[in-house]
C-alpha cells in the first residue's frame, strides 16, 4: 500500500508505527542540521566529505528527537551481510561491512544512511524486535529483505505474518533507470519496468517482503523519490552530496 505517512521539514512519520508507543521509527529529511553545502544540512554520513564534528552533532539531534540512547549504524558497502545487535552499546557505534541491523535490545535506535537507496524498516511487535535495511539495487538482487526476516525468525522466533514495515523515501520509478539492466538485474526483475530501462524497486521490495510472508496490507510505502524531491539528499541528482537517516529503536522495556 502506500503510506499515509505524515511529512513535515524535518520528519517522515510512518502511519503504521506512530500509534505504537514503545518505538520510534523515522526518515529524517535533509534539513534541520548543522552541516554546510554541499552537505546541508542534516547530513549523517562520514564518509562523504563533511565535517565530522557536524556529522556527530546531527547524530546526536537525532538521538535527542526520538528519545533514544545509542545509535548503531554500518559502514554500507551494498552486500548481504547483517549484524544482529545483542548489546546495548556505551556509546554510538558504527561497524564495517553490513547492511542491515536488527535488535531487540531497549533504547537503542538502528539508523541506515541513505542517498537514493531504500531503508526498509521491519517491527515486529510479538517480540519487540526491530531490523533496518539499506537496499540498494545489489541489495534488492540479493535480496537482503529475504534474509534479513530469516535472520529475525532464527534470532527472535518472528512470526513474518506478524510484521510491520516501512519503505523509506527513495529511488522511484520515475527515476530508477538501468540502461545495463540485462547484465545488472536479473529476468525476475524485468517485469518491474515502468517504462523502457526503468524499474520500480519500491514493488520490487513490496513482492520481496510478501515472498516472506509479511502481509500486504503491513507493508507500507512512503512513494517519495528522492531523484525528484529536493528535501532528501541524491547521489543520482547530484553526486557529490550528504546522506539522510532512518532510524528505528523501541524506546522503551
Not at 109 to 134: F, K, S, T, W
Not at 152 to 181: D, H, Q, R, W
Request: with cysteine; hydrophobic share 40%; charged share 20%.
Amino acid at each position: 500500500m502506500t503510506s499515509l505517512f505524515l511529512f513535515w521539514s524535518v520528519f517522515v512519520h510512518y502511519s503504521f508505527f506512530t500509534h505504537i508507543e514503545v518505538l520510534s521509527a523515522v526518515t529524517f529529511s535533509r534539513h534541520g542540521g548543522a552541516s554546510e553545502a554541499p552537505y546541508h544540512s542534516r547530513n549523517v554520513g562520514l564518509h562523504v566529505g563533511d565535517d565530522e564534528a557536524l556529522v556527530l552533532q546531527n547524530r546526536a539531534w537525532i538521538k535527542e528527537e526520538l528519545g533514544l540512547a545509542r545509535l548503531v549504524s554500518a559502514r554500507q558497502v551494498h552486500g548481504d551481510s547483517i549484524l544482529n545487535v545483542d548489546w546495548l552499546p556505551g556509546a554510538d557505534e558504527e561497524h564495517a561491512d553490513h547492511d542491515a541491523l536488527m535488535t531487540n535490545i531497549p533504547e537503542l535506535g538502528l539508523m541506515i544512511q541513505q542517498a537514493d537507496c531504500q531503508a526498509v524498516m521491519l517491527y515486529d511487535p510479538e517480540h519487540r524486535a526491530v531490523a533496518n535495511i539499506h537496499s540498494g539495487w545489489r541489495g534488492s538482487v540479493a535480496n537482503i529483505i529475504a534474509k534479513t526476516v530469516a535472520a529475525m525468525i532464527a534470532a527472535y522466533g518472528t512470526k513474518p505474518a506478524n510484521l510491520f514495515a516501512a519503505i523509506s523515501p527513495s529511488l522511484g520509478p520515475c527515476c530508477g533507470e538501468f540502461v545495463n539492466y540485462r547484465q545488472e538485474l536479473p529476468p525476475a526483475f524485468h517485469g518491474y519496468q515502468t517504462q523502457p530501462n526503468h524499474f520500480d524497486f519500491w514493488a520490487i521490495s513490496r513482492d520481496q517482503l510478501r515472498d516472506t510472508g509479511v502481509r500486504s496490507e503491513q507493508i507500507e510505502i512512503a512513494g517519495r523519490c528522492t531523484v525528484c524531491d529536493g528535501n532528501y539528499f541524491s547521489y543520482r541528482r547530484d553526486k557529490v552530496t550528504g546522506r539522510f537517516a532512518s532510524v528505528i529503536g523501541i524506546v522503551s522495556p
